[in-house]
């Protein structure tokens, strides 16, 4: 764009001294018909130097660009305003400003430029774009989930408290599962289970803003509790079982403390586990066999604090 702008400059050497600089802009909010017409209000028209300027609007932000054939191409960055006339006359004072700045004709001769009616410091540095608030580096979060896997469906209820900034980038969350009781016919009745899960995941956030994805992976302890129904006598069983974690989640923070997130995460239990049935006559042995993937999909929100 430097380089057009020069190029036009240079080619504009050629025109009289009192043409007006050459507007032109990649929006209609501001039209450079309309800027022109603002600057012909506050240029002085003195300066002998043929000039052009181009305007860009981009995201919430204004781009006044200038050259000519005896100054090194420049910009100036102004907040866009939601106003098209407002965009219009804060181009045309920066552009008048310039112009009016740059060597004078032989005669000396400089006029005013009308005052401003923005703050200079506007016309001379970017506008910085309005800072996210900053994660706090403590989370608490609560959850549900659905649960689904080969055997079925049910539901998940969680709570977790994670540390979001321990080595980097990186955090760190503890979390707390618990779904509610299944049911598994095995042999001649029936078995009611249970497996809390509690879970240690590694956490890297792979967007910023308002609106972050993060990813996780860590290890699973599950205890698993079984209930027999229909047998005699009903025995009740505990295991250990050792597992993974793995998931994304999507959360959207507000300027206050909340965050509010969707998830889905997925479980792996490497060893397989059963629950078993002995026959009557001891040597018939009926085993129902657990599910050792489960997908959790679901909706939670987290607190800040400190």
Known sequence: MRRVLALG???LAATPAAAAPLV????DCPSAAEVTTR??????????????AHVRVQGGQM??????ESEPATSRILPAESDCGARAQAAALVIAAWLDSMPADPLGRVEPVALLSVEPASLRAPIAETP???????????????????????VVLSGETAWTRLVGRFGLAAGLSAPLPRKTDVGSGSARWWRPVLAL????????GAWILEGGLGPALGLLVVAGNGFHPNNTDVAVSWGATAGVR??????????????????????????????????TLNLAPLPRIEGQLGLGFSFGFL
């Not at 900053?134 to 608490?140: H, K, M, S, V």
């Not at 206050?256 to 889905?264: G, V």
């Open 132 to 154: 996210q608030p900053a994660q706090p580096p403590f989370l608490l979060g609560v959850g549900a989930l659905a649960a689904f896997d080969a055997e079925g469906a049910g």
């Open 201 to 208: 995941e590694m956490r890297v956030p792979l967007t910023q």
């Open 9 to 11: 400059a240079l080619c």
């Open 250 to 283: 999507l959360a959207h923070r507000s300027r206050s403390k909340w965050a509010y997130w969707a998830e889905l995460r997925a479980l792996v239990w490497p060893a397989a586990q059963n629950i078993r049935s002995d026959a009557a006559d001891g040597k």
């Open 63 to 68: 781009a006044v660009e200038l050259a000519s």
């Open 39 to 52: 600057l012909t209000g506050l240029w002085s028209g003195d300066n002998p130097v043929a000039a052009m």
């Open 24 to 27: 032109t802009s990649d929006s």
